[in-house]
């Protein structure tokens, strides 16, 4: 019995023992049930909250892709675009859809294709490349880009991704200047040119003009003479073209009524335009006055008309319209050279033949011509570009093949000016003293000293500006006129101009120049434009002795 006892007791025990230690695994399981969950959730709302900021960087990433400045294109290994962005398909003139899926191909021009193997090729072998470009666009016109491009690995697929930059605008400027630098400097070569011509033609006019007042000359030689000396004047008229292009030429600038000036120009016109063709008149009755010279702009109007006249075949027509246009940095590429403001507009177009582009950024330039040899000189449109630049104006051409060409001429209205005034400085008197004459080239200095001699006047001449300076601060009251050259080395003519003003304010200065260019704020008596007759400097020399003249600023 005690051995039974002993043993029911002993199990007791041992079941007791199990159930304590059942209950405290169920605890520790419970616990730990408790500990898991509390890591579940907060390992949830950690997966929730990286999830959520991965979504904001994926949009965010998204957003700077789609809407960044530049364009975006990711293409595979072949070429095919997988993706673009807004801005890409915006350059190209693409919905995104349209794009995705097609080759590059698409938007590179043709003559492009081999050297775009060359640069996939150059990608895929690991070589970051930054390169510039022409691309075409949906509606055929092309665009100007910089490209900068690179292979990427992504899940172990090559990709290409690539940066469009448009610089279009960029190259038409770059383009604009270069041309505009062009020009100048063509410009400057040939108003060089004509200033040394001047002053030879001025020595054969003159002389001619001396020999032909010779009283003993033979008819014979006399009728030789005047062939040269109509040959000089042919000369001469080149030389002004020339100059009209480098915008050196004399230019006497007054208010003018645009609109008369065409319709004089088209009268005169009129007969040699055939009946074939339309004269078009479309008037803004209500145009300001331009500032400019008259006959210049006459010249402008009649090469255009010309031109158009022999641009067309046939029936046809020509339109010269005014107008008056505000212009400034919008709606307008205007050159850095010319000011905003208001201006007028003139228009000539005509329905010809065209100008085919490879033409277009040359028409300007002197000597250029598509006409045959002996029709032309290749200095109308030249000179037209010239003078409008000399005016402070502005000249654009559109042309279309087969359909016509369309010259814009935009010159500055004329401002309320006040007329300058001076004290009289021009003596009355009779007597004369000596004439001071300088000038740089020997056979322009002696024409001049000649002339005066033969015609009674005591004559000092220096080629040299500076001995002539030198001369008259130390026989001012023995001179009575100066005659200076304007261009010459070491001391130009105006600075000779200002020194002999110093010494004498009283003095009367004839300034002789081909061209008026950069001439500064200096009045003078008279102005003399080479190349010149004997007969019109003493025409000139008599007027300011006798104080007829005004005086004149070369400004």
Do not use: C
């Not at 230690?21 to 950690?46: C, F, M, T, V, W």
């Not at 590179?108 to 510039?132: A, C, D, Q």
Request: no cysteine.
């Amino acid at each position: 019995m005690l051995a039974a006892a002993i043993i029911g007791l002993g199990w007791r025990y041992y079941n007791d023992k199990l159930l304590v230690k059942k209950l405290s695994l169920e605890y520790d399981l419970s616990k730990e049930k408790e500990r898991l969950k509390n890591y579940s959730s907060q390992l949830e709302e950690l997966v929730a909250e990286r999830t959520k900021e991965l979504r904001k960087s994926e949009a965010m990433l998204k957003t700077l892709h789609e809407y960044a400045n530049d364009g975006i294109v990711i293409m595979d290994d072949k070429g095919v675009i997988m993706d673009v962005n807004k801005k890409a398909a915006d350059i190209h003139g693409y919905e995104k859809a349209e794009l995705i899926g097609k080759n590059i191909e698409i938007l590179e021009l043709e003559k492009h294709h081999t050297i775009g193997y060359e640069r996939m090729n150059r990608l895929l072998s690991g070589e970051p490349l930054v390169f510039e470009t022409e691309h075409l666009r949906k509606d055929g016109s092309t665009i100007a880009l910089e490209i900068s491009a690179k292979a990427i690995k992504i899940d172990g697929d090559i990709l290409i991704q690539s940066i469009h930059r448009d610089i279009t605008e960029k190259k038409r400027l770059q383009a604009q200047l270069l041309h505009s630098q062009k020009m100048e400097s063509i410009g400057t070569l040939a108003g060089g040119i004509a200033h040394d011509f001047n002053n030879i033609l001025t020595t054969v006019l003159g002389y001619s003009d001396l020999i032909l007042i010779d009283e003993n000359l033979s008819p014979e030689v006399a009728k030789k003479v005047r062939v040269i000396e109509t040959a000089a004047r042919k000369a001469s008229s080149l030389v002004s073209k020339l100059l009209s292009f480098a915008r050196r030429g004399s230019i006497e600038p007054v208010p003018f009524d645009i609109n008369q000036v065409v319709n004089e120009t088209v009268e005169m016109l009129s007969r040699i335009i055939s009946n074939d063709i339309t004269i078009k008149r479309s008037f803004n009755v209500r145009i300001p006055p331009v500032m400019g010279d008259v006959n210049q702009v006459e010249q402008i109007l009649m090469n255009l008309i010309i031109n158009a006249k022999d641009a067309i075949s046939g029936n046809g027509e020509i339109t010269i319209s005014t107008s008056t246009v505000e212009l400034s940095s919008e709606g307008f590429s205007l050159p850095a050279d010319i000011r905003k403001g208001q201006y007028v507009k003139l228009s000539v177009s005509d329905t010809g033949k065209g100008i085919p582009e490879e033409h277009r950024e040359r028409i300007f330039e002197p000597f250029f011509t598509t006409q045959g040899v002996g029709k032309g000189t290749g200095l109308g449109l030249a000179m037209v570009y010239g003078i409008v630049k000399e005016h402070g104006g502005y000249i654009t051409v559109d042309s279309e093949i087969g359909v016509g060409t369309t010259f814009d001429i935009y010159l500055p209205v004329a401002e309320a000016r006040t007329p300058g005034s001076r004290s009289d400085l021009i003596d009355n008197g009779k007597s004369v003293g000596e004439i001071l004459v300088v000038d740089d080239e020997f056979t322009v200095l002696d024409l001049i000293k000649e002339t005066l001699l033969r015609n009674g006047f005591s004559v000092k001449a220096f080629d040299n500006p500076l001995q002539g300076l030198n001369y008259f601060r130390t026989n001012s009251k023995k001179v009575s006129l100066v005659i200076a050259d304007i261009v010459m080395p070491e001391m130009d003519g105006i600075q000779l101009i200002e020194s002999i003003r110093e010494l004498n304010p009283n003095i009367k200065i004839i300034a002789t120049t081909g061209f008026s260019q950069n001439l500064g704020d200096i009045e003078v008596e008279g102005f003399l434009k080479k190349p010149f007759q004997s007969s019109k400097l003493m025409s000139i020399v008599r007027e300011v002795l006798n104080g007829e003249d005004d005086a004149v600023n070369l400004k």
